[in-house]
Structure formats: C-alpha cells, structure tokens
C-alpha cells in the first residue's frame, strides 16, 4: 500500500492555480525525485503534502500506517536558520516533537533515538558544539538527522545540496542513497539537477505545465524529458 497518494491536485495561493492535475504516489522504498522549470511549484506541493498549504482541488492521502505529522522533512534554509544559536543536540532533538506532543520534556526513548540519529550522521563529536559554528554540510547532515527523528518511513527533501561544494555534494546524496537503499526509507526530493534524478530516483514526477509521473526509465525515454535536458544544458544517467 502506498506511503503517499496524490490525485488531481491543484495548487496556489488565493484561488490561483500555479500547479495544476498533479497525480502520484509513493511506495514503500521508492527515491522519487521532482524536477522542472523554477517557478513552477514543486516547493508549493511539498508544502502542501505537509499540510503547511491547502490544495485548491483534488485529495491527498496517506496509507499503509503513514501520518503526515511522521513525515521527515528538511527545509532550505535561510540565513538566519544558518545562524541559529542552538546546540546539534538540540536541533536533533527538537526532531522529536511530533513524538512528544505536549510533554515539556523529551523521554529517555527519544533522547536514544536522537543519539542514533546523530550517530548515523557521524555527529556524535559534534554534538555540544554550537549549530552556527558548523560548515553547510555538517549543518546539513545535523537537519538530516532532525528529519530522521520525525520517521521510519518517509523523507520529504528540499533541495538538500543547495550552495554545497561537490565533494561535499556527493557526500549528501551517498547519505540519502544508503537511507533508501539500506535503510529502506522512501524519499521524495526536489532537485534542480536532471542528471542527479536520473542517477538516484527510482521515479520521476516532473512539475509545470506539462506534467510528467512514471519511473526513471520511462521518463528518460519521454519527449518532456528530452526538451528538459536540452533546455539544462544535457544530462546523462
């Protein structure tokens, strides 16, 4: 049964539409990546599917034992998230929330699960140290683990290599890849980079005008995808 269903969404801000007849679903196991032109509302559907933003039209629906608030989802960031004067541990942590609910404390369980977390990350001898003093991709590894608190079963991910350097670039997706292969966590991305949605995704849901929803094979063979990577400068899976 699927994670997640989407059908015949349409999306916006005050009646107006800037994604329209949006259908798909992710499965257990599925690296589903959504690619398009900037602009055309691919951060306006995460939003939505994490309640943040109400559809214009058509249901969203969550099976197979899945809540929205289980979802794990990392942000872009913005400067001043950047400079946030809170410790790794704390940022991990505050993963949990959803778990805790009204509780003004953290249980002895999800103090556990955030060392996990942080161990998986390799962020244990960060631990203490001030989040604002970390380079972007450690920050990015420590949003990681917060994500990883919040689910067993889903990660929603936002652009989550913008403005890092190639090796560390790498290092991000090889972290994403193991949580989904080995770790058997699906995972929906934006990217703006085909290339990487052709290497990584298992499935491809291509946002715009023209909408797109299949498996990585099928879309590389689609004419929308051929017209994209012209306009991207090419690509190569």
Known sequence: MAYLTCKNLALGYEG?????DISFEVNPGDYLCVVGENGSGKTTLMKTILGLHKP????????????????????????VQRDFPATVREIVLSGCQALAGRRPFYSKEEKQM?????????LEEYASRCYRELSGGQQQRVLLARA??????MLILDEPVS???????????????????????????ITHDVSVALREATHVLHAGENVFFGTR???LCSPLARRFLIQEGGASA
């Open 16 to 20: 107006q539409a800037v994604l329209s």
């Open 56 to 79: 214009l039209s058509g249901t969203i629906t969550f099976g197979d034992g899945l809540k929205q608030s289980e979802i794990g989802y990392l942000p872009q960031q913005t400067a």
């Open 114 to 122: 955030a060392a996990r977390n942080l161990e998986r990350m390799n």
């Open 148 to 153: 990883l608190c919040a689910t067993r079963k």
């Open 163 to 189: 403005g890092l350097d190639p090796k560390v670039t790498a290092e991000m997706y090889a972290l994403i890849r193991r949580l989904n292969r080995e770790d058997g966590i699906s995972v929906m991305m």
């Open 217 to 219: 094979e099928d879309y």
